[in-house]
């Protein structure tokens, strides 16, 4: 199968996060850093003041002599890793495999997606940018070594001193004609000392890695040679990794094109919302006790509340009854709705009883295990609860 992989990198991080603290840093050339005097580093420039020569990880002093009108922010770290939190959510909103790399750079696997991956990609930009505000740079392929790759690749094409936004994609099968012209040190495993070793050899492109004998690339990188050759073919089959193995929580939500403030719709919507949560949570053999919803107003102010059930569960009816009671008891009526979500959190195993009489609660499992076989054969929306049919069509 054909994989595809997202790599995401909000375009100058601290930065953008100052701008949205202080608007009036906007476009400027600002950076993020240690004081000057000392031993103060820069953590991170605007794209206005790399257009002027400041680099990350540049001596702040260093900087003030290339740009002696460059302001210095002091960093305000909580507020970084509050903004990274709400976009890894939202990464993880749209994929359960996300494997966060640092403070601003994730991989996401969308291989289940059925949506080409440039759209996907339009698509999370977007998302992230409404939603916090931020902007951010994407790469995608067939693999985490060439997503990445492209991304870095993309991002330095544009010099406009503003943040790059771009979206790179390498289509799959023109893998290794994308790596060839670029610089060795853009590989994974070719450091500056290897690197300047391979220059002197005439050296300096992938492709010319890739084309080494097989002699060379054991005298070059020894036993890593053959994986080294794989690299610059851009083969990588390595998987993305999910950090939690084991989620906190299993949620989904829903932010309406237009706000919606009638109850009934919003209501048939909860539903929906549940049947996607249940199908998740039966899918990792999960359940849990605390049911959640979050409402989120047009002016974007948000009210989560939740409830606590005496069992587990992860049927969709359980899970809708407890989301409908707290929408019924915490809705402002009649104030309009943008974002509708549902949860499930407190999550274990989930346990079932032996029913030797066949009760009621082992029929609503059987039914749903039935309607679960037959989303997984044919797609998630070939089965609709009548009520949950009506709402499309009234919509
Ligand atoms: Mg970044």
């Not at 601290?14 to 400027?28: A, I």
């Not at 991989?107 to 698509?123: E, K, N, R, T, Y």
């Not at 102010?301 to 899970?319: A, F, G, H, P, V």
């Not at 195993?349 to 082992?362: A, T, V």
């Amino acid at each position: 199968m054909i994989r595809k992989i997202i790599h995401l990198d909000l375009d100058a991080f601290f930065c953008s996060v100052e701008e949205l603290l202080d608007p009036s840093l906007k476009g400027k050339a600002f950076a993020v850093g240690g004081s000057p005097s000392g031993r103060g580093v820069i953590t991170s420039a605007s794209y206005a003041a790399r257009m002027r020569g400041v680099r990350s990880a540049m001596p702040t002093r260093e900087a003030l002599n290339i740009l002696p009108d460059l302001v210095l922010v002091r960093s305000g770290f909580h507020h970084y890793s509050e903004y990274s939190n709400k976009v890894m959510s939202i990464l993880r909103n749209t994929s359960p495999i996300v494997e966060q790399v640092s403070i601003d750079e994730a991989f996401l696997d969308v291989s289940d997606m059925p949506q080409p991956i440039g759209s996907i990609a339009i698509d999370l930009q977007k998302r992230v940018c409404q939603e916090t505000g931020l902007p951010c740079s994407l790469g995608c392929a067939t693999s985490r070594l060439v997503a990445k790759i492209a991304n870095d690749f993309g991002k330095k094409q544009v010099k406009t001193g503003r943040s790059p936004q771009k979206i790179t994609i390498v289509e799959p099968g023109k893998e290794e004609e994308f790596l060839a012209p670029l610089d060795i040190q853009a590989l994974w495993g070719v450091g500056p000392k290897t690197a300047a070793h391979l220059r002197q050899r005439g050296i300096t492109t992938i492709g010319n890695l890739a084309a080494l004998s097989d002699a060379d690339l054991k005298n070059y990188f020894g036993q890593h040679g053959e994986s080294m050759r794989r690299r610059a073919k851009g083969i990588d089959n390595s998987p993305i990794y999910s950090e939690s193995g084991d989620p906190k929580s299993v949620s989904n939500e829903m932010t309406f094109h237009d706000d919606q403030d009638d109850k009934e719709g919003l209501i048939k919507i909860l539903h929906s919302l549940s049947e996607k949560v249940g199908f998740r949570l039966r899918k990792a053999e999960l359940a849990g006790s605390v049911v959640q919803i979050k409402i989120r107003y047009s002016d974007f102010s948000t009210y989560t509340r939740q409830t606590s059930m005496k069992e587990c569960t992860n049927l969709d009816q359980e899970i809708f009854n407890e989301a409908q009671n707290l929408f019924i008891k915490h809705w402002q009526s009649g104030r309009p709705v943008r974002l509708l979500g549902v949860g499930v959190t407190n999550l274990d195993k989930p346990h079932r009883q032996l029913s030797l009489w066949g009760n009621d609660e082992s029929k609503k499992e059987d039914l749903t295990k039935a309607v679960d076989d037959l989303r997984d054969r044919f797609g998630k929306d070939i089965i609709k609860r009548a009520d949950t049919l009506k709402t499309k069509k009234q919509s």
